[in-house]
């Protein structure tokens, strides 16, 4: 059978485009989504997959074909947790690994591990070209696997293993004058619970909370403050849904999250993001606990 017209050139153009692939399968992909597993068996993370994509990729032209250095980690592959910043980073590297080698794997005539041949038999035995195509059909097919994760988790929302809990419920008011406001709350039978003289107040009146802000924002605010249950801390339960889910399941369930510092803040305590309804109106979920 003739050899097919394949050169160094057009393999690299393809393995470069595939890499190029999963570039795009993660753009603006959370991290938080990134390092989801779905909930089916022997299930990966789409970082898990595109690091273990990335690696079989170049180990079987790396390691096997040239007889370079293995330091690969398969098992550690499946444990993977990563941003997607590295895993762009992981792709550039492969492609420039790929590049580098390609001239040594045109000259190699033989596989350099050759003991591949009892641990992955195939028949006629392994070759440098049929090593080199392994490893782009493992890049390959695990692309769409990755593309087919994504689209599983952003159709299947993650919710909180404890339910979707906001917290208390309580109206963020814009005020022009801070003393005038509260005065006429405090006609409506709100009291005063804490706030900074001259600038805001938090009010109750039985469950029914409302903040007076002034100079602090130009629109009301509905606000859920996850953690609590009621004003005060005789409403704060043992358990609750934790800002840092209800942000994941928000943006799984494709809203936008805005003012978010709750990937900066630690991995528990207080943190918030605001989101905006359809009629423009803003929404904060602010943990203080």
Known sequence: MADLPISTDDYLAIFERTIDGF?????????????????LPNANSPAQIMVHALSAGRWWS?????????????????EAVATGDELRQAAEATRT???EMADDLAAATEVAVPEINELVPVDGGWTVGLA?????EELAQHLGHLEITLDHLRANPELPPEG?????????????????????????????TGGEEGS???????????????????????????????????????TFTDVRALRRHAIDAGLTVENDDSTTAEAEGPASFTLTDPDGNPILIDQHR
């Open 23 to 39: 570039v795009r399968a993660i753009d603006g992909v959370d991290d938080d989504l990134l390092n989801r597993t779905p909930d």
């Open 62 to 78: 790396e390691v096997i074909a040239l007889g370079r250095p293995d330091t690969r980690d398969r098992a550690a592959e499946f």
């Open 97 to 99: 690994a790929m590049r």
């Open 132 to 136: 080199v195509m392994h490893g782009y």
């Open 164 to 192: 979707l809990e906001l917290g208390v419920f309580s109206l963020s008011l814009a005020v022009k004058d801070l003393a005038a406001s509260q005065a006429f709350y405090e006609k409506l039978g709100f009291a005063v």
């Open 200 to 238: 805001w107040a938090i009010m109750v009146n039985g469950r029914t909370v409302i903040g007076l802000f002034a100079g602090m924002f130009d629109q009301n605010i509905l606000t859920f403050n996850p953690g609590w249950t009621g004003p005060g801390p005789g409403f704060a339960p043992d």
